[in-house]
């Protein structure tokens, strides 16, 4: 299985909102609706923010939200904030009820 | 609340095998729908999930390292642990133990703190 593609990097402005994308195959990506996504601090354990594609666990900032299209899942954090840089990583099931990741993206507030 | 804690050595010879265990506290390993995994993380590099288990011991693992892995469960213990054979220096990572909420090899919702295995001579 090969990792899921994600833009190495993307920026935005505070205030601002920013879409990652999470592109894999019908094997995963598309053929479930099983995409989470994390938050990642350097040194850190990453974060549960998504899950289910598009539910957020509790204490998680309505700020993000999730959602696919076909085989691509996005990101999408709107209100931009200086605490929001980080790296972001998706992660979805696979019809061999395995898990794959995403290579990361690094997410710069301008 | 559930913590889940990495243990084991941080540096393991070429070919040797990587031993790590995780031991979970504040909750029981043997709790319907949750599976326990390892994910690991190089240094400076992305996440890579190596494999997960179900306490009954059900087990599933990343396709490339299939060959190398073994995760078990000691639920008197509430611990599970990883074995990864015949390690080279690409093995070498953060390696974080973590909980599945309903899934093997996605949605972790608690995770370990990470503990860092470096392969050397």
């Known amino acids: 299985q090969s990792a899921l593609t994600q833009p190495a990097s993307v920026s935005g402005s505070p205030g601002q909102s920013i879409t990652i994308s999470c592109t894999g195959t019908s094997n995963d990506v598309g053929g479930y609706k099983y995409v989470s996504w994390y938050q990642q601090y350097p040194g850190k354990a990453p974060k549960l923010m998504i899950y289910d594609v598009s539910e957020r666990p509790s204490g998680v900032s309505n700020r993000f939200s999730g959602s696919k299209s076909g085989n691509t899942a996005s990101l999408t954090i709107s209100g931009l904030q200086a605490e929001d840089e980080a790296d972001y990583y998706c992660?979805?099931?696979?019809?061999?009820?395995?898990?794959?990741f995403g290579g990361g993206t690094k997410l710069t507030v301008l | 609340q559930l913590q889940l804690q990495e243990s084991g050595p941080g540096l393991v010879k070429p070919s040797e095998t990587l031993s790590l265990t995780c031991t979970v506290s504040g909750g029981s390993i043997t709790s319907s729908s949750y599976y326990w995994g390892w994910i690991r993380q190089p240094p400076g590099k992305g996440l890579d999930w190596v494999g997960s288990?179900?306490?009954?011991?059900?087990?599933y693992y990343n396709p490339s390292l299939k060959s190398r892995v073994t995760i078990s469960v000691d639920t008197s213990k509430n611990q599970f642990s990883l074995k990864l054979s015949s390690v080279t220096a690409a093995d070498t990572a953060v390696y974080y133990c973590?909980?599945?909420?309903?899934?093997?090899?996605?949605?972790?919702?608690?995770w370990g703190q990470g503990t860092l295995v470096t392969v050397s001579s």
């Open positions: 973590a909980r599945h909420f309903y899934l093997p090899g996605v949605a972790v919702d608690y």
């Open positions: 288990i179900y306490y009954s011991g059900s087990t």
């Open positions: 992660n979805s099931y696979t019809t061999i009820s395995t898990g794959v």
